[in-house]
């Protein structure tokens, strides 16, 4: 069955950086694009960034961009989110995604 693991949240003051990284497996992982959300709280769930399944196209939400970097690497079949220049604003659940699958997410909280 199709699982994502997201890992590599945590505490990080404003201004620092983080990297994300998301395990799948279940599925032929290099014949899909994936995506990063987030959800702060008391808020809906939103698009952070997609990367397409064989070519290197990126998506970035307007808020992130410049900041997130999204990766992958279809030997390992791993999914990253670059998290540079921080900001409170970015506190939230951040969660890897495929289609309907959903991994269980992992907690970035940005606080001095």
């Known amino acids: 069955q199709v699982q994502l693991v997201e890992s590599g949240g945590g505490l990080v003051q404003p201004g620092g950086s983080l990297r994300l990284s998301c395990a799948a497996s279940?599925?032929?992982?290099?014949?899909?694009?994936m995506r990063w959300y987030r959800q702060a709280p008391g808020k809906e769930r939103e698009f952070v960034a997609a990367i397409g399944a064989n070519d290197p196209s990126t998506y970035y939400a307007d808020s992130v961009k410049g900041r997130f970097t999204i990766a992958r690497d279809n030997d390992k079949n791993m999914v990253y989110l670059e998290m540079n220049s921080l900001k409170p604003e970015d506190t939230a659940v951040y969660y890897c995604?495929?289609?309907?699958?959903w991994g269980q997410g992992t907690q970035v909280t940005v606080s001095s």
């Open positions: 279940g599925f032929t992982f290099s014949d899909y694009a």
């Open positions: 995604n495929r289609n309907s699958y």
